[in-house]
């Protein structure tokens, strides 16, 4: 059985930090891309960043230099170190696995197969 669980939310002040991590299982952890979305209430679930088996990394612009995904093979499980949170970072953080692709890194939720239940963030001004 395929999961996918996060853990790691909670509450930030603006500019702080935090660190979400993914632990998967059920499946060939590095025959998967894994990629971190979130949903803010009233808003469309959008892509944070990917990675996929090589250390290959795909970042959406609006966290770029803030946030950085790693993975460790031994433990199948994938991090989002979060840092200089600002208050619309705030929602529910997913990760979520999609079978990999050669040479391209999935970043679009129609790519990925497999989903965990989410992990609340908030931010504080």
């Known amino acids: 059985e395929v999961q996918l669980v996060e853990s790691g939310g909670g509450f930030a002040a603006a500019g702080g930090s935090l660190r979400l991590s993914c632990a998967a299982s059920g499946f060939t952890f590095d025959d998967y891309a894994i990629g971190w979305f979130r949903q803010a209430p009233g808003k469309l679930r959008e892509g944070v960043a990917s990675?996929?088996?090589?250390?290959?990394?795909y970042y959406d612009l609006s966290v770029k230099g803030r946030f950085t995904i790693s993975s460790d093979n031994a433990k199948n499980t994938v991090y989002l170190q979060m840092n200089s949170l600002k208050p619309e970072d705030t929602a529910v953080y997913y990760c979520?696995?999609?079978?990999?692709?050669?040479?391209?890194?999935?970043?679009?939720?129609?790519?990925?197969?497999?989903w965990g239940l989410g992990t609340q963030v908030t931010v504080s001004s």
């Open positions: 990675i996929v088996s090589d250390g290959s990394t």
């Open positions: 979520a696995a999609g079978y990999l692709r050669v040479g391209y890194i999935a970043r679009e939720i129609t790519e990925y197969d497999y």
